[in-house]
């Protein structure tokens, strides 16, 4: 069996290693002959036989090294680049937020919410969306879940969340008329070395725009309690497996 497996292997390096030599060979040739050079000049450029371009040229150059592969590119003014594709086991660009959003929705379905992911709050533009809304319509509330990875520009980022949560209370108001209803807005953020740093760098701006009780968020979140009226900011785990309460520093 571990002949057949070795065998396969083999054909099918063989199969891709023929297909990425007629490719580079042709790329070689049209970049030789709109250069005006005959094979021969560029073999004394690169050090190679008129014939080693030759094979090149027409897919068999495998016999020559990554070193004189270099040279021809480098001789041509052409970039050389090997690579290997992306990984398919590794992880999505953005997994810590989708880990973010797992956790909440998950903590929010065991408290009674109907989890909602990318909640468009404008039907005409899908693009301004709510990372989670947990929503429940026996209590008449909604809370506007924005999960963060990484926090970029932090200006920006509330002015989008504070329009997000102005545009979730007109669909409350949609959904449930007149009638008292809560909705609340909380950051939900990746607590990376680099997320913390940014908060402790800053934090009367971080207290001004969340107000709100951290650990009455994280009750609203993970026990279904009322939400807090004032948005607030709570920490995920980095590896997305719980949350926690954000430490306010003391005020001096």
């Not at 913390?196 to 207290?207: D, G, I, K, N, T």
């Amino acid at each position: 069996m571990a002949t057949r497996i070795r065998t396969r292997l083999h054909l099918d390096a063989q199969r891709a290693n023929r297909e990425q030599l007629v490719r580079l060979g042709l790329d070689v040739r049209v970049a030789r002959l709109r250069r005006r050079l005959t094979q021969a000049q560029l073999g004394g450029r690169v050090g190679l036989s008129q014939s080693a371009v030759s094979r090149a040229e027409r897919g068999l150059g495998g016999g020559l090294t990554l070193d004189a592969w270099q040279r021809i590119a480098i001789a041509l003014r052409i970039t050389l680049r090997v690579n290997l594709q992306r990984d398919p086991l590794a992880g999505t660009a953005d997994a810590g937020h989708l880990a973010i959003q797992e956790l909440v929705l998950r903590l929010g379905r065991a408290t009674g919410y109907r989890g909602l992911v990318e909640l468009a709050t404008k039907p005409a533009e899908p693009w301004r969306s709510i990372d989670v809304a947990l929503v429940d319509d026996t209590r008449r509330c909604i809370a506007v879940i924005e999960c963060w990875n990484t926090i970029g520009d932090v200006g920006a980022a509330a002015r989008g969340s504070t329009r997000k949560l102005a545009e979730a209370a007109d669909l409350a108001t949609a959904r449930w008329g007149t009638a008292p209803h809560q909705v609340g807005l909380c950051w939900v953020v990746r607590a990376t070395v680099r997320n913390r740093a940014l908060v402790s760098r800053y934090p009367e701006v971080f207290a001004a725009r969340f107000p709100g009780s951290s650990s009455g968020w994280l009750r609203a979140v993970t026990a279904g309690t009322d939400l807090p009226r004032e948005p607030g900011l709570v920490w995920s785990s980095v590896d997305g497996s719980r949350l926690f309460a954000w430490r306010r520093r003391p005020r001096a």
